[in-house]
């Protein structure tokens, strides 16, 4: 289920978009309030404020960040330099 959001812009503009991100079972129910976080240049570019939309990616990458400071670090601790 892709929950179909409606909501109003800075601008007064109000928006509806399908979300890219569904669930089975839904997460939502109609009327349900959230927050949405979008681009004012393109209103129709938005996603939904939680933990997981807005930290998994920066998260995920910052993760990979630290293995690979680990493995130089190692690397460099038994080169003897």
Known sequence: Y???LRYRTQAGA???VVSNVGSNPPR????????VLYD????D???????FNVWAFPL???GI???FLLVG?????????
């Open 73 to 81: 670090g190692g690397i460099t601790m038994f080169s003897g330099h």
């Open 45 to 51: 570019n938005m996603r939904i404020h939680t933990v």
């Open 28 to 35: 939502y129910k109609e009327g349900d309030s959230l927050v």
């Open 2 to 4: 892709y929950p179909v």
């Open 14 to 16: 109000t928006q509806e």
């Open 60 to 62: 995920l990458l910052g």
């Open 40 to 43: 004012p240049a393109q209103p």
């Open 65 to 67: 960040g630290v293995v």
